[in-house]
C-alpha cells in the first residue's frame, strides 16, 4: 500500500511563501500522476496542482504556487509564494495510479492514495 506524508505547513504572513513536502512509500512513485489539494473548513477540497511529465495549476495559484518533484528520492514539492488569506487550508497530497482519457487532474474522486493533510494558515 502506497503511504503519503505530508510537511511544511504552518504560519505564514500575507506575501510571505512556504515549501510542502510529500514524501511516498514504493517503488512506483515515478509512475504516478501526483497532486496537491486544499480544504477550507466549511468548503469541498478543492485542486491546487499536479504533475506526471508535465504540470497544472489552479487559476486562484497560477503564477504564485510551483509543483515539483524528485523520483529519486519519492518526494513532491509544492513551493507556496505570495500568500494570500484565502490560501488558508489544510493542504492534502494525493498520488494518481493510471490516468485515463477521462482524468481531468482536478477532481479528489480520481486519486487512489491521500496523504493526512497539513495545515498552512496565512495571517494578513
Known amino acids: 500500500q502506497v503511504q503519503l506524508v505530508e510537511s511544511g505547513g504552518g504560519l505564514v504572513q500575507a506575501g510571505g511563501s512556504l515549501r510542502l513536502s510529500c514524501a511516498a512509500s514504493?517503488?512506483?512513485?515515478?509512475?504516478?500522476?501526483m497532486g496537491w489539494f486544499r480544504q477550507a473548513p466549511g468548503k469541498e477540497r478543492e485542486f491546487v496542482a499536479s504533475?506526471?511529465?508535465?504540470?497544472r495549476y489552479a487559476d486562484s495559484v497560477k503564477g504564485r504556487f510551483t509543483i515539483s518533484r524528485d523520483n529519486a528520492k519519492n518526494t513532491v514539492y509544492l513551493q507556496m509564494n505570495d500568500h494570500k488569506p484565502e490560501d488558508t487550508a489544510v493542504y492534502y497530497c494525493?498520488?494518481?495510479?493510471?490516468?485515463?482519457?477521462?482524468?481531468?487532474?482536478?477532481?479528489?474522486?480520481?486519486?487512489?492514495?491521500w496523504g493526512q493533510g497539513t495545515q498552512v494558515t496565512v495571517s494578513s
Open positions: 504533475i506526471y511529465w508535465y504540470t
Open positions: 494525493a498520488a494518481k495510479r493510471s490516468p485515463d482519457y477521462t482524468f481531468t487532474y482536478s477532481r479528489p474522486a480520481e486519486y487512489d492514495y
Open positions: 514504493g517503488r512506483t512513485f515515478s509512475s504516478y500522476t
